[in-house]
């Protein structure tokens, strides 16, 4: 934006950037944009006639427990594009987790005195399993497993294309935009079934 009064300014279109685009194929996701620490502004439209899958950040999984450990991590998407595994981290299911929340703990809330470490394995960039180094214990409710990016993997993004499209749908000329002082900056993926259907995109 421009403010009034003010010289040497550059206006916000001088500043924008475009990743327009066409998808690739229908039977794999691509990826849109790398993860970004200066990104402020994220805008994409499906121009096409056909719906769109985008998804943002690293793979998902979540944690089994019994009996207060952590027992077994189920990968619910695996993801694609990895260079190395990403972290594993636990968040909350110490006393107070919230176990209203289904299939986690809050993962804002404490966590116990000995929590669960793990880590991620790797397969043709995909997250196919994650190994449990320590199960922890003291375990309330069900910690959430969130897993991060390596600091050298800016790519490594959730697959949008799993199950049938788990992540955000947009139908032909629906769109979504990040506009704010600060906004995610994880790494963009989409995924549609028809080749060659086209999307605008464009950030800052």
Not at 65 to 86: C, E, R
Not at 95 to 113: E, K, L, Q, R, S
Not at 118 to 144: E, F, M, Q, R
């Amino acid at each position: 934006m421009r403010f009034p009064g003010i010289k040497g300014q550059i206006g916000t279109r001088d500043l924008t950037y475009r990743a327009d685009g066409t998808i690739i194929s229908g039977s794999a996701p691509q990826l849109i944009l790398p993860e970004s620490w200066q990104r402020s502004f994220f805008q994409f439209c499906n121009i096409s006639t056909v719906s769109m899958y985008l998804e943002f950040g690293s793979a998902r999984a979540h944690a089994v427990l019994t009996n207060g450990a952590v027992t077994s991590i189920v990968v619910d998407n695996g993801g694609f594009g990895f260079t190395i595994p990403p972290k594993v981290h636990f968040l909350g299911g110490g006393n107070g987790g919230n176990t209203a929340v289904i299939g986690t703990g809050d993962p804002f809330g404490p966590a116990p005195n000995t929590p669960a470490k793990a880590h991620a394995v790797l397969t043709t960039g995909v997250v196919t399993s994650i190994v449990i180094d320590n199960p922890g214990s003291g375990y309330k409710a069900v910690p959430y497993a969130r897993l991060v990016n390596n600091n050298l993997d800016f790519i490594g993004c959730a697959d949008p294309s799993v199950g049938g499209g788990s992540g955000l749908l947009l139908y032909p000329g629906n769109s979504v935009t990040e506009n704010d002082l600060t906004v995610p900056t994880d790494q963009i993926a989409v995924f549609c079934g028809t080749s060659t259907s086209p999307f605008f995109c464009r950030y800052m």
